[in-house]
């Protein structure tokens, strides 16, 4: 199994792929694929695949215990269950280590990387960790985009007094 497996960038995914990376990562690539040629500006990016995830869930032995306790929760809410939560949670040091070592190929490449999901909007935080890996670009819900901005703008400040300390 290859990390070619586990990634796809947006000019490779069309609507077509919503099985492969999901709804708004197929739409991102469908956009990439349909405006850029048409002038229009959208930054490259790419998406974990659902293959990704089912390797990291039996990587870390997590089928069992989440067959276990499927009984216990509401199908309609699964994400928000606290008996599984914190598996999922994006600020677990392997979905950290993964995403570091893709804005890192992305630098090494030239290319600009931005991520879309729901975690910089909930964990300030995890955020910060995004500016200081040196993500170019983050989509936030619009009930956090002030909190989550201010945020950033600290930590970018933050990191900058650092790197001059060095």
Known sequence: MTNE???KWFRELSIDDVPLVGGKNASLGEMFRELTPKGVKIPDGFAVTAEAYRYFIKSSELED????????MNPNNIRDSEIISHIFDERNDAVKSMISNVIKVAKDMDKKIGICGQAPSDFPEFAGFLVKEGIDSISLNSDTVLKTTKKIVEFETKFKETEKQL
Do not use: A
């Open 5 to 7: 497996n586990f990634i």
């Open 65 to 72: 215990k989440i067959q276990n306790t499927q009984s216990d």
